[in-house]
């Protein structure tokens, strides 16, 4: 490698996503005319321009590189269409020129990044270092926002098990900005401008004027003399990140030589990177030779362009790879292309007026004249050529808003953000996963559901019998496997709407809706495995090891079952069967076999083995018997989640009576249904079972009822017990004529202040009764009281009376004292 | 020193441009900037001279401390020849702003309408001299000219406080004003129109007993700006702590000004009561019916001096400062009596010993 000088090579030092550094770098360009325009992007990806310059691409693209083993660690360069570096990609392929990446390569900068990680320490220490080093790195290419390794969106929620300690970008940019010093230097920069924040600075100094030539030479002089203000202090505290920095100018300009070397000349080569580097790359000297190259770490990884959105492009998104307001940005790019720069503020105020307009929020033209006007001064304030976006925003807060954000804020939002989401030509993004959702797609016959517009699709899981080959027989099930993987993975193509009753069972009811999103969301599933059963398995391993519930294990098992992944249903039992060895949770118990119950239920229509579910439901179900009585001696609000329990283990003791020791759990209701010191409603409510499966005799009902309901028994018991026995089967209860004998004399028998208490328990028995039932009920009270039952059953089911409303509210303000 | 200066001595509060004359006149002699027509410095002074700086070497005190891009905001409106609202909750500095903007841009802060139930269409635009109009009939010696039509005259600001507690129609009188820029004065045919500098500056109350909502088409002439209350401790303890010694030394109060620690406990007092939870937001605490504001806590502050002065020895006791807590956050019913008694017996007891003589003060008074 030679070491020559190259002075002769035009570097272009730009912000990143800065519409001010594009127009200067395109006139530039067309001054210089190069013969090789070298842009700071992963080396490997220049294969990639080629898609990136064509004419179907709509920015906002960006290149995706991830590890192709877990944990998945991945990096991002976004472009949006006022990036100086698409711009200059753009007028090389116009121009005929060369052009290439010539940053370190995706797989080495991955490489470099975990091994940051590694040294890092764990926890707190991790993140002032890390926080530290993405700010640098932002702010020292001349602010620009971020550069590859920080748009690393390993800490994005959905893989949780790969991350690492890093928090995510958004996050720890705020906590880099309080935390270290040479980040408060920008900050300073910016407050001794008078500016309330850098952005602010960077706006009003460096993105308006477009006199020639300026942006170059200033963004120089400012980042070359910040470069040389922070070098010191980044040498010592943050070695990693100048070791870092030092590697990467390196690799770049072994990529000017190489250019150099295959006889562009000098000053035919433009180099466009982050204003930081510009200093750097003015001369070669130090150019990575090919012995240091090939000791530079490296891991597998793959490399995919995928369509972006302003959305995630923007702050807001938690994503952090981005600047603050792209949709701004962007309408500030095309006013410079368009030579009205200086109308963007009529533009920006005018469109916000006008989204208020939509939203029923009336706006008149003379405010928004107004809005610019203070715009304007509030620029000139700032000795500014014209408004910056926080003057547009306080401006539209103070007219359009009247002095509210609150107002304003929503179509500031969608201003500054923008729903701009980009595009890539037909198979340009093609990931494994891609391709194997097109495939799916395509055999399932759902592509043509592949709209913008929303459709509704009715699934029969139930084979049909009238075709014949057995893959169109199930169509409908392998549909609703796939869409089931989709959800489980999040990727936003389906959602399933409830189903009517009767066709519970069978019927599935999905919208349909493709969306750009979906398409990202499919890219980043590539994170995940090759396939979309690979993935969503993955993905429910993943969750499987997060949970610690039960309640979630048996959803996850649900779900297994819903995607039609036998495989993952054996880890899930695992998972569940562990969390449910320690549990003495009945209810928790409970609704695990509920979940399990409908799965083997339900199992034969999907064309599930349930047979593994069957072992450990009889598990579970045995454990919920034994701690039956144990978890019934709860207060009454605990008792409701029981009531409920109860209920649905006697459904799954039915439903499976073959599996489940159904004789442990009668016998145990029995217990319960005897004991005094448990709750009285659960007893209640295991006496009305008992009496539904006839294992309680008539009599011994009837002297249970006696016992219950003996002259001195307090009144939050017995009223309490006989409430929970009104719980099930009433047409039964209403029919025993002994029962209501014995219920009438004890309430008789009870004293004012009892009655008081009985009558709230009684009132809330009763309130679940229909109409019906309680006119049944109170003609089997006249007939023991001896009243007609016509009447009693008017004066039961009529309107209360004024006096009796008073005396029910009387009852609302009842002192429960201590039960 | 003349008589007019003696006098001026004696005034129980002097007015912005009176206060702080030397630090107008020092700003005005430093001034480069372009001044705006009707103007007597530069905008970027104005601000100077609100947030705070240096001019010619003599230091600006801030007189507006926390957020600077409001003042910024509030002076781009009047650049604009528009009308400026502040509006915020009571003791949000709203007045105090007004008046040192006018004083800044104008140099008079006198030119005052005050908004109450009695303010007529009279006030805002203008009334005759009874006497000399039975004598002569409408002629323009007779004619009793507002504040608003006297600033309009000379080019200056007039404010307008508590424009929202004056009825509707007296505040719909200044539409035509604001909108057309002129009065017109049809006994005598003839018509004001308002010189280049005229502007008004209004001031109103989000919550309090009282007000008129204002009309839209009134708001719509106005560039509204919310005050905020001071958004951390630090900002409110420096605004107390800046006001009290001011006011201090106006009054000569012979009373020590309050240590750091006793501005601390009242300023943590009243934003715990004012958010409804300790500073921790850790604990809900119930807030009394009135508004406890910054404003609020100056003048507790100012009270607990005086009272030193008057019957101790010259220190702030906590006695003094219970007394004066007492009378700020219990205003009128039992209601606030029953708040305040549970803030002491809940919040301030556990505060340790540091607290522990406040504590014993106010549950003197609250046994």
Redesign the interface.
Known sequence: MSAVGTAGVHVFGVRHLSPGGAWHLLRFLDEVKPTAVLVEGPSDASSEIRHIVRNETVPPIAILAYTDQVPVHTVLWPFASYSPEYAALKWADRNGAESAFIDLPSSVTLALRSARQKEAPEGAGDKLPDGESEALDEDANAGQPRDAEEQSSNADSKQPGSTDAIPSAGADDESSRSGSPEVSLYERVAALAGEPDYDTYWERHYEHNLSPDVYRQTVKAFSSSMRSLTIAGEREQAVHEFAHNAVRESYMKRGIQEMIDAGHKPDKIVVVCGAYHAEALENTDGAMTDAELKTLPSVSSKLTMMPYSYFRLSSLSGYGAGNNAPGYYEAMWQAMQEGTLEGLPHVYLSAVAARLRESGTFRSTAEVIEAVRMAESLAALHGGSQPALVDLRDAAKTLLGRGELSVVADALAFMDVGTGIGALAEGVSQTPVQDDLNRQLKELKLDKYRTTVAQELTLDLRENRRVKSEAAAFLDLNRSFLLHRLALIGISLAQVKPSSQQEASWAEHWVLQWSPEAEIQTVEASLMGETIEIAAARTLSQKLAACTAIAEASSLIRTACLCGMASQLAASLTALDALAADSRDVVQLAAAISELSKAVSYGDVRRMDTAPLLPLLEKLFLRASLFLLEASGCNDEAAMGMMEAIGSLHNAAQEHAGQVDEELWLAKLTELSSRDDRNPRLSGLACAILMERGVLSAEACEQEVSRRLSPGIPAELGAGWFEGLAQRNRYALVSRIALWEQLNAYIAGLEKEQFARALVFLRRAFSVFAPREKTMVAEVLGELWGVDAGQAAELLSGELNEQEEKQIEELNEFDFEDF | MNGNEQQLQDVLRLPAEQLYRHELEALKAADKGKVPAGWQMS??AV?TFITGGEAGGTPITPKYIGNK?LV??A???L??D?AL?L?GEPGTAKSWLSENLTAAIYGNSGLVVQGTAGTTEEHVRYSWNYAMLLANGPTPEALVQSPIMRAMEAGGIARFEEISRSASEVQDALISILSEKTISIAELGKEMNARKGFSIIATANTRDRGVNEMSAAL??RF????LPAPSDLETEIEIVRKRVSEIAAQYDLQAAAPAHDALLKVVTIFRELRSGMSLDKKEKIKSPGGAISTAEAISLLTGSMALAASFGDGEIRDADLAAGLQGAIVKDDDKDKLVWQEYINNVMKKRGSDWRGLYAACKELNP
């Open positions: 905008p970027q601000l891009r910024e905001m002076i781009a409106t650049v604009t528009r609202l509006i708001k719509r560039n509204i700006i919310v």
